[in-house]
């Protein structure tokens, strides 16, 4: 969806373009692009920059402008009985990305050697941990719990866009309007 709303507004039609799914996963991605298996790849961190440092795979574009910036492109979700049933278990798991969104922001280094402690694939040399992009993940710009609706609902508005997703407003699906 991101690729396509990046293309569409560079005046792309993404009908025009064959997406295929990569079979390795992110990966094996790089191995794939640098085999032929495709053209262009969109890559996510840290495999963009492990594609970059060792096959030399150039960036056409940034993902996070124009129509794309600050893009969700993940986030945890729960039933609405799980959140009543278990509302200390939520706040403890939103302090908890709250301090590690924090520790990124301030400590670099840190989140440097995480990234090389982690198990293969996702562990990386420690030329690519310096160079690797840092994503903020922000849940809002109110109060903890809280959820940025507008950035919510354009995640729904191109998945209407551009796969035919059904309309609705994601208002009505969050807790108390957040």
Known sequence: ????????????????????????????????????????VVLNEPFGSVAALSDGAVTLTDFDQGATTNFPVEGYVVTKQWARKYPHTLAAFYKALEEGQQIADTSRSWVEQA?????????????????????????????????????????????????????FNIGSMLMNGR
């Open 1 to 40: 969806m991101a690729a396509a709303s990046v293309l569409a507004e560079h005046g792309i039609p993404p009908g025009e373009v064959h997406f295929v799914v990569a079979k390795g996963g992110f990966p094996k991605m790089p191995a794939e692009l640098r085999a032929g298996a495709f053209n262009a």
């Open 115 to 167: 990234m090389m402690d982690l198990p293969a694939p996702f562990g990386v040399s420690r030329e690519t941990a310096a160079v690797l992009a840092l994503d903020n993940y922000p849940f809002s710009d109110g109060p903890a719990g809280s959820v940025d609706r507008v950035r919510l609902q354009r995640v729904v508005d191109v998945m209407r866009e551009f796969i035919q997703f059904p309309r």
